[in-house]
């Protein structure tokens, strides 16, 4: 198994398209909570499969964990990771309301799938806008973590890109893993449509 | 109607489902919805959803559905931050709360 490796360049595209869909975002959740917003997607890396393994199924950390599925293009799924405490503030902040404790009714469970969904969305609009190609969805969903299984645990070829993705809601700061996993085979064509998309 | 004929299977769902085109025109509306809405298949089917529903026009909703009319990807809309989309009555007259995903959907027409 090689280790994945991107060039700068194809890191740079990245971090534009990842600036351009938290603006997206940022928008589209503005909108709907009346709240001032700020999105910033950053630190993005690029781990292989035992890593992402490592991240979610050997940690001992609770976690919700927003997933959705892609083919195309490009093939692999697309998740958003809200720590514990995030899931709580971010809840409450965005409803405007406090939350008894952690166990997670039906209504939060919808609440952070609604989050992530939009997160996500952002950022594969972003990736098939630029692109021009054509990408199937799943419907999104909702694990929390630790789980029996994790759909965004994949092949071990696969490769995973993680950024952290921190959301500032009326001065509160709430931080979020974005993990975004390829089939190694899909990762050279989704550069080459994102870089012909630029080029356009 | 033939789109209406290839839905059929819908009918039997206790879940509201609305098809429309990338122009928001109401291709199918489902007896649950009928029920809900208070408002017959042939009465809506060729209408426009936002102008049924003009709330959908707001950029908090018409920004996510316009993604999904494009192929974009799914978008979900939960009952905490949106209690209801659609304003649908309970028995008792209160705002019935609704759960929504807003979905595309691939169809093979054969002519």
Same mark, same amino acid.
């Given at each position: 198994m090689?280790k994945p !490796?991107?060039?700068? $360049? =194809?890191? &740079? ?28 997607i950053s630190d993005m890396q690029l781990i292989d499969t035992p890593s992402l393994q490592t991240l979610l199924v050997d940690t001992d950390v609770q976690a919700s964990l927003v997933c959705m599925r ?6 692999g799924a697309i998740a958003l990771l809200f720590p514990q405490d995030s899931t ?9 309301? !406090?939350?008894?404790? $952690? =166990?997670? &009714? ?10 992530g969904?939009?997160i996500i969305?952002?950022v ?17 969903d909702y694990v929390e973590i630790p789980a029996p299984h994790y759909p965004i645990v994949g092949d071990i070829n696969n490769v995973v890109m993680t950024a952290k993705v921190g ?8 931080s979020s893993l974005l993990i975004i996993q390829l ?18 | ?111």
């Amino acid at each position: 198994m090689l280790k994945p !490796s991107i060039s700068k $360049y =194809e890191q &740079d595209l990245l971090q534009q398209m990842f600036k351009f869909a938290a603006d997206r975002a940022e928008d589209v959740l503005a909108a709907m909570v009346e709240q001032t917003v700020n999105i910033k997607i950053s630190d993005m890396q690029l781990i292989d499969t035992p890593s992402l393994q490592t991240l979610l199924v050997d940690t001992d950390v609770q976690a919700s964990l927003v997933c959705m599925r892609f083919e195309g293009m490009m093939t692999g799924a697309i998740a958003l990771l809200f720590p514990q405490d995030s899931t709580k503030v971010l809840i409450n902040t965005l409803t405007q309301s !406090s939350m008894r404790s $952690y =166990e997670m &009714d039906v209504f939060c469970m919808g609440t952070l799938t609604e989050v992530g969904n939009i997160i996500i969305n952002a950022v594969m609009s972003q990736f098939s806008d630029t692109s021009l190609e054509h990408v199937s969805f799943n419907l999104p969903d909702y694990v929390e973590i630790p789980a029996p299984h994790y759909p965004i645990v994949g092949d071990i070829n696969n490769v995973v890109m993680t950024a952290k993705v921190g959301f500032n809601i009326s001065g509160l700061h709430i931080s979020s893993l974005l993990i975004i996993q390829l089939t190694a085979d899909s990762l050279s064509s989704f550069f080459s449509a994102l870089q012909a998309g630029v080029r356009r | 109607m033939k789109e209406i004929t290839c839905f059929n299977v819908l009918q039997t769902l206790s879940d509201g489902v609305c098809i429309v085109d990338k122009d928001y025109k109401i291709l199918f509306w489902n007896k649950k919805l009928e029920q809900w809405s208070q408002k017959n298949q042939s009465a809506c089917v060729g209408e426009i959803l936002t102008k049924l529903y003009p709330q959908l026009n707001t950029v908090a909703y018409k920004t996510r559905i316009d993604q999904v009319l494009h192929n974009g990807p799914p978008a979900f809309f939960s009952m905490l931050l949106h209690h209801h989309l659609f304003d649908f009555k309970k028995p008792d007259g209160s705002d019935q709360a609704q759960r929504v995903t807003v979905a595309p959907l691939k169809m093979v027409m054969k002519h």
